[in-house]
């Protein structure tokens, strides 16, 4: 898995509420909000984050979405952790990464999906 950021916790109460951080590519900078959707969920499967991230004029636009996901198996099974998609008409396709706790901030880490074997 390769790095791609780092954020860090900036709102009260759960670590997971809101992280800010930069996501940095070869293609792709930006100063990036992961925030909490407050509420009861529309469906099991609806993204538990929101995704933000300023504009050119520096305004906040919504760019994707993320899901609260627990670590099945290795030693951190039992673990939270946030899978991210984000995606833009600018994009040739979305950027899905991952968004680990590791201590006092979270690692953005990124790796190339495998082919599944028939």
Known sequence: MS???TLKQTGPGDFWSD???EI???????EIRIAIIV???ISPGAPTHRVFMRDAEGDHMELGSAWTKTLNRGPNA???FLSVTLDDPS???PLNFAVFKDGETANATWRRRQEQAA
């Open 3 to 5: 790095k791609i950021g």
């Open 19 to 21: 992280l800010r951080g």
């Open 24 to 30: 940095r590519t070869l293609s792709f900078k930006g």
């Open 39 to 41: 509420g009861t969920p």
């Open 78 to 80: 039992g673990e939270t």
């Open 91 to 93: 994009f040739s396709h």
